[in-house]
């Protein structure tokens, strides 16, 4: 047992590229937007003498030839496969691999044998109990969190994030999981045995965002006004802090009290909404209750008014949908002024009530979880063929990114300031991808901040001056 052996003096922590990032059609800008906040999380429990490195492939390449003690490894789906590669790497050279994350989580079988210590679900409770393990020389071969808390959270490692190697260095998170249950979303099989919504404390959240330099922020949160209570009492600390914003919320949340409007005030600049269809038996088949019934141009207008771009989530392929399903999406994204669209082809996340009910059904395609990317079609769909959902979400992408759709979203705003800064912010983002690769290459990403805040001014109708930047937590393609 290599660990009774060594002194945990030299940790790294890996963020393997995701697959679709190393492929050649990749998009270097979406993968150099967040730094990996998790693992920086986790490196906060560390002993303060260890030599600590964290590395994530998007942005650099690994280096391999070196000999850490312990290796932490954030396994997704579609990194899974080079994530056991690595591991696999470090436990030939003796050292302790621990893997954890959201595919650890729902597979942990598959997981185990590429790791001295496997973890199931959030860190924050497990990682220190397994580094008080590893000291006494007796670390578990698997840990499950139980104990969900972001009380007394010690602050996250931010100086291992090279921030000039992102756009957006400053991503936040001050809630884990939502309230909801949509079928389809990782979020219950990450969360089981425990809460699988809370929040942090408000002070603590508030401390945590003046640590951060500069003006803007993006809160990675999947549902930042997922408890209304906790979000006005941080949008009304934030706002005296100057801050600018992005974040993620759902129909119902937006339509619901004035929570958005003080959002607003306090510097929210653009929104991730899934609406993910327009049809109401795809809602209720993907238990999207929480969407059942709402009015989507209510929730548009509303942002509208606010000045608050929207980054639209849709989904294809939900039982119901017909081949007509791409036209009509896009043909409403378009008419509504959304500024910037996700698009999905379904994808039965392993440990999902979704892919329980297609493993049942005998409608799964194959287990590459590379392909489990939204982007490719891994489950026989109802209403149209595999061929025809894979077809069609790609029309959409281009149909969306077309001039003239970007001409008459940006048109669909009341205010022409909101329009002139639709267009710039659209096109800027879907039509100067060479740009965006040779300031990466240059390393300058720091640069254009200030140059993104400048473009995504106010729009007049926001309740402060403030400026903004990029867009949406799930980036458009
Ligand atoms: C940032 C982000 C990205 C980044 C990822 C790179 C990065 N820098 O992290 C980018 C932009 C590249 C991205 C892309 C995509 N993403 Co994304 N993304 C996120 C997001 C918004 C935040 C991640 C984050 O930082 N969370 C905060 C930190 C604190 O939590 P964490 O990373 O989970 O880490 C904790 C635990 O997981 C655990 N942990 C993690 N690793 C380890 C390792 C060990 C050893 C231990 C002990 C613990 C541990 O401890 C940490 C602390 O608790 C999440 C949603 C969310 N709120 O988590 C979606 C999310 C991960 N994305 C999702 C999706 C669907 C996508 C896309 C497919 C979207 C698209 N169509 O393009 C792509 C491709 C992803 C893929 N193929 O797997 C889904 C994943 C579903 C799934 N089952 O895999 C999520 C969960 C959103 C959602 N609600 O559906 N994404
Ligand atoms: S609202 Fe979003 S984060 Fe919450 S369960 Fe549904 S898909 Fe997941």
Redesign the pocket.
Known sequence: MHYLLRRTRRVKLI?PA?T?ATSPYWRPI??S???????A??AAYLDPDCEVTLQ?E?VEPLDLDDDPDLV???V???NAYRAYRIADHYRRQGAHV??????VTSLPEEAAPHADTI?LG???D??PQFLRDLADGAPRSRYVSKLRTLDDLPPIRRDLIQRHRYLVPN?I?VSRGCPHHCTF???DAFFEGGRSFYTQRVDAALAEIARLPGRHLYF???HLLGNPKFARELFTGMRGMNRVFQGAATVDSILRGNTIEDAAAAGLRSLFVGFETLSPRGLAGAGKRQNLGRDYREVIRRLDDLGIMINGSFVFGLDGDDPDVFRRTVDWAVSSGVTTA?F?VLTP?PGTQLHTEMATQGRLLTNNWDLY??RHVVYQPAGLSADELKRGYDWSYRAFSEWGAIIAAASAHQSLKHSIKHFAYSAGWKKFEPAWDFVIRLKQLAQMRPLLEAILSPVGHAPTEAPVALES???P?
Do not use: M, N, W
């Open positions: 963020l995701l679709e979406k993968y937007l967040f730094p990996p906040l998790g693992l999380t986790l994530d998007h932490v490894i954030q997704y789906i579609t621990a893997l954890g994350g959201l595919h973890f959030p860190g924050e497990t990682f991503s998170v979303c990782y979020k990675l949160d999947d996700t999905h996340y990317d939204t937590r799930h980036v393609r």
